[in-house]
């Protein structure tokens, strides 16, 4: 799943066709953007309580923190996303994968990358080879985080694929995987 911007959707997918949303459910207009206080879920995106009984709870987490997860093998992680705030760069390893996780910087979320036996830092926001973070690895290479993938910038073609991963509240993600361990620095 990628959340990103309208216009960054359409810039790179110029003929995406877009299901109307006159679906005779809700009329088109109360579809507001996620961000503004009119759009459907924002109330209970604000509140601390559930719509409905969750039983099972994590006390690591509140219940509806949201957390970004990734399960490979028989391991699964949830990286809080308040760890995020201010561009934090995790170079992990889960279930036998070396992974890098970022906030993307230009609000379309925290994705995930393999890293090989690469650990990464951030170097620098771009915006001159477009959008997206520039990162250093340990040789001094610099890398940018892309949709699908992070490329070298070192002419070398070089890419690291992005890998599947959640947003969830914590709820959500724990009874899935009440076994997840949460990633502290």
Do not use: C
Request: zero cysteines; aromatic letters at 12%; glycine letters at 10%.
């Amino acid at each position: 799943m990628t959340l990103t911007l309208w216009s960054d959707w359409l810039r790179e997918h110029p003929d995406t066709t877009v299901l109307d949303v006159e679906t005779g459910v809700y009329p088109g207009e109360s579809y507001a953007p996620e961000s503004g206080n009119d759009s459907a879920y924002f109330a209970y995106r604000h509140q601390k309580t559930t719509l409905f009984p969750v039983p099972d709870r994590s006390e690591t987490l509140g219940t509806k923190d949201k957390v970004f997860g990734l399960v490979f093998g028989d391991e699964a992680r949830a990286y809080p996303f308040s760890m995020f705030d201010g561009a934090a760069v995790v170079n992990d390893e889960l279930g036998g994968r070396n992974v890098l996780i970022l906030e993307t910087g230009d609000g379309s979320g925290v994705r995930a990358y393999a890293r090989e036996n690469h650990v990464f830092t951030l170097s620098e926001t771009s915006t001159a080879t477009g959008p997206g973070l520039i990162l250093t690895d340990e040789q001094g290479a610099n890398w940018q985080a892309e949709e699908d993938a992070l490329v070298s910038l070192e002419g070398s073609a070089r890419s690291l694929e992005r890998l599947p991963s959640r947003d969830a509240y914590r709820f959500g993600w724990y009874a899935f995987y009440p076994q997840t361990g949460v990633y502290s620095p």
